[in-house]
């Protein structure tokens, strides 16, 4: 049984598309995460959401739009796409966001831009 | 501005031999500090986390980190590393109140047979 699931796993598209990328996690959590591992391997964070609410929103170029329907789902929708946006991102969840919680991640999702 | 250093981008070793990896954190308090390991094509593990009491913290896996906070280090050890520890590893702090992970650059680590 998953508990952090993310669709799609590999994602190939042409630059100026938009696209989307889902995640769902199981777990009960209240506070879900996005971050971006760059072909270096170096993860950072983007965005956070806590029950539904937005709580950290790192430098990020606005036509990245996390959406978070519910607590259990954290969506990522990324308009005009470019080649640096090529990249692996990750979708985490924790129990409540404190500092002390355990983030689980999902599997993530390589996004290859052409 | 606070960062994660990890000083070893790549570690080779011999299946069976001990593992140290390094981690050090520039900030003006203790962090609350994090090891998570990423298997090839997977998404990341934690390992084990430090915040507070005994600076000697035991991890999944067979472990182990020691917190110094003279030398703002959190490093990893393993007393003999299996082949399936060969992944990449990432030491990661959090400053704030809601659980910004800040990570170091990775480590990848090789196990040779």
Redesign the interface.
């Known amino acids: 049984d998953t508990a952090?699931s993310q669709t799609p796993k590999y994602l190939v598209t042409q630059m100026g598309n938009d696209k989307s990328i889902k995640c769902e996690q199981n777990l009960g959590h209240d506070?879900m995460?996005w971050?971006k591992q760059d072909s270096?391997?170096?993860?950072?964070?983007m965005f956070?959401y806590?029950n539904k609410e937005l709580?950290?929103n790192e430098t990020v170029p606005n036509r990245f739009s996390p959406k978070s329907p519910d607590k259990a789902h954290l969506n990522l929708h990324i308009n005009s796409l470019e080649l640096g946006d090529s990249a692996v991102y990750?979708c985490?969840s924790?129990q409540g966001?404190?500092?002390?919680?355990?983030?689980?991640?999902?599997?993530?999702t390589r996004l290859t831009v052409l | 501005a606070q960062s994660v250093t990890q000083p070893d981008i790549h570690i080779t070793v011999s299946e069976g031999a001990s593992l140290e990896l390094r981690c050090n954190y520039s900030y003006g308090a203790t962090p609350y500090l994090f090891w998570y390991v990423q298997s090839p094509g997977q998404g990341l593990q934690l390992l084990l986390k430090y915040f507070s009491g005994d600076t000697l913290v035991q991890g999944i896996k067979g472990f182990e980190a020691e917190f110094k906070r003279s030398q703002s280090s959190f490093n990893l050890r393993k007393p003999s590393v299996h082949w399936s520890d060969a992944a990449e590893y990432f030491c990661a702090v959090v400053t704030d109140s809601w659980g910004k992970l800040q990570f170091g650059a990775g480590t990848q680590v090789v196990v040779t047979p």
């Open positions: 952090v506070t995460y971050y270096k391997k170096f993860l950072k964070i956070s806590n709580i950290i990750f985490a924790s966001g404190a500092p002390t919680d355990t983030q689980y991640f999902g599997p993530g």
